[in-house]
């Protein structure tokens, strides 16, 4: 019995893994990399995808044990992933990610789809300021990196009654998405804008903010003129096509 118990105080002072968790971690990582602030990260094999929540549970915590300190787990497969908080030497299960859950990533994009949107703007600055309504109706272009948009707005001047402005213009913008919630553009618009028998071409550089919806996204956008013209955009862009 003595010599029981210095065994098993022995296997508790080299960090001993229960068998359960050995036999449910063999061959469950094809690898394990250790990172900074005790984060573990572990690249899943076949059999991995096979085991169920707790069988998963003890193969992480198994493949953790080998790594003292560590406080995370990051579990990747197939481009997706769970996150796993270790204390204790027990393992939680605490966030999971997909890509085919992720709508508008860096990592997967779907085929381009039209689109439709339509909001308020606010323009100061330059010879003509005004508030007025737009709409454009494009497309995403090259796996969803880049849109294109045809664009119309109609607006009325500040300081003059009974006035009104129509503007006609073509959009290219690139898109920056950096979670599946929010993301930038930047890109350049070319208006042909006319009011009172006058017109003229007026070219721009738009960027704003894209807030992720399903089904579509809320956007914030600038747009910077010639002479200063500076004009807020709010609106509500709608994917016509999947």
């Keep these: 019995m003595r010599a029981l118990g210095r065994a098993l105080a022995?296997?508790?002072?080299?960090?001993?893994?229960?068998?359960?968790?050995?036999?449910?971690?063999?061959?469950?990582f094809s690898g394990a990399r250790p990172g900074p602030g005790g984060l573990l990260r572990l690249e899943a094999a076949e059999p991995y995808l096979g085991l169920k929540?707790?069988?998963?549970?003890?193969?992480v915590e198994g493949r953790t044990a080998?790594?003292?300190?560590?406080?995370?787990?990051?579990v990747e497969y197939r481009g997706n992933g769970e996150l796993w908080t270790v204390a204790g030497g027990s393992a939680t299960l605490a966030d999971t990610w997909s890509r085919s859950q992720l709508r508008y990533t860096r990592h997967e994009r779907t085929a381009g789809r039209w689109f439709g949107y339509a909001g308020g703007q606010f323009v100061r600055g330059g010879d003509s300021p005004s508030n007025g309504w737009t709409g454009r109706l494009g497309t995403t272009l090259f796996k969803n990196r880049y849109d294109a948009a045809l664009s119309i707005s109609r607006s009325s001047l500040t300081d003059a009654d009974d006035s009104a402005m129509t503007t006609i213009g073509l959009t290219g913008r690139a898109l920056y998405p950096y979670t599946r919630h929010a993301g930038l553009n930047l890109g350049l618009q070319l208006d042909r804008v006319s009011y009172t028998g006058y017109s003229h071409i007026s070219p721009s550089a738009v960027g704003g903010i894209n807030i992720y919806l399903p089904g579509g996204s809320f956007d914030l956008s600038l747009n910077y003129g010639e002479r200063g013209r500076v004009a807020l955009l709010a609106g509500y862009t709608v994917y016509i096509s999947k």
């Design 10 to 28: 022995l296997a508790a002072l080299l960090g001993a893994v229960p068998a359960g968790a050995q036999t449910a971690s063999t061959g469950a």
């Design 53 to 59: 929540g707790s069988e998963r549970k003890a193969a």
């Design 66 to 74: 080998a790594y003292p300190g560590t406080r995370l787990a990051v």
